[in-house]
């Protein structure tokens, strides 16, 4: 069975700043619940804020690292899911879902793409 790899993004200037509601942290606990028991979930993760990341880059032979934030980006990951789905379509309606959960104060946008396998 194919597995999915949904890239959550989000926009760091909109978001709360006091992060998730404790009540959109019950909505995604009882999805991911949900997602899990249905076998299709093999592994998800919130990321910190891009303010504690850092970007390596590699061109010409040459190599930089930036420190975040990364101001020239609107949108940042900001987590993933790992899934194991019968098809794309499935894939796409677990990914519904989830960015459902948010509420309106939220700007999530997720990119979902099967992972190559071999």
Do not use: N
């Not at 019950?26 to 028991?37: A, F, H, N, S, V």
């Amino acid at each position: 069975m194919p597995r999915y790899l949904s890239l959550v993004k989000i926009d760091e200037s909109t978001a709360p700043a006091e992060g998730p509601s404790p009540e959109l942290m019950q909505r995604m606990g009882e999805l991911m619940e949900e997602i899990t028991k249905a076998g299709v979930m093999l592994d998800t993760a919130g990321l910190t804020p891009s303010a504690q990341g850092s970007r390596v880059h590699w061109e010409g032979g040459s190599i930089s690292v930036t420190d975040g934030p990364f101001t020239e980006s609107k949108e940042v990951i900001g987590g993933y899911a790992l899934m194991q789905c019968k098809d794309m379509a499935e894939a796409l309606e677990w990914t519904k879902r989830f960015v459902k959960v948010h509420g309106e104060e939220w700007t999530v946008t997720c990119e979902v793409r099967e992972i190559a396998e071999g």
